[in-house]
């Protein structure tokens, strides 16, 4: 007999046959778990959208948080990783391009005196070296 959280790992994913070709197993490997196996806990919580705390809570695992320490919203990251999406990479990507553009934001604010000043002198005296140019 399967365990709680095999059943609710494989009703979220699709079924045996789903679950087993996005781990890349057999539907006869899979077919033979009692219980999601410790080394596949992680996996199986990210393709099925549930914590491994509730697929396997022998493993003390809790996962009711992104790596960054606020709540990921259950359903839409689940229905994001059954597209195959990763909703912890597209988070980290999404934070990454955030803190680019603020500190591009900030080091503009902070130089702007300097620009200013820069395209002042670039109207009076044109570009250096402009007889140079080729185009």
């Known amino acids: 007999m399967k365990d709680a959280g095999l059943e609710a790992a494989l009703k979220a994913a699709g079924g045996v046959a789903a679950l087993a070709a996005a781990l890349g197993l057999?539907?006869?490997?899979?077919?033979?778990?009692?219980?999601?196996?410790?080394?596949?806990?992680?996996?199986?919580?990210r393709l099925s959208g549930l914590p491994v705390s509730r697929i396997r809570p022998d493993l003390g695992v809790a996962e009711t948080q992104s790596p960054f320490g606020s709540p990921m919203p259950d359903?839409?990251?689940a229905e994001a990783r059954r597209l195959g999406l990763d909703p912890d990479a597209i988070a980290r990507e999404a934070l990454r391009r955030a803190v680019s553009a603020e500190k591009a934001r900030r080091w503009q604010e902070e130089n702007r005196e300097a620009l200013e000043a820069h395209n002042r002198w670039v109207e009076e005296?044109?570009?250096?070296?402009?007889e140079y140019r080729m185009f």
């Open 75 to 77: 359903p839409l990251a």
């Open 26 to 45: 057999t539907k006869g490997a899979v077919s033979q778990w009692r219980r999601v196996p410790a080394e596949r806990a992680a996996a199986v919580a």
């Open 125 to 130: 005296h044109g570009l250096p070296l402009a």
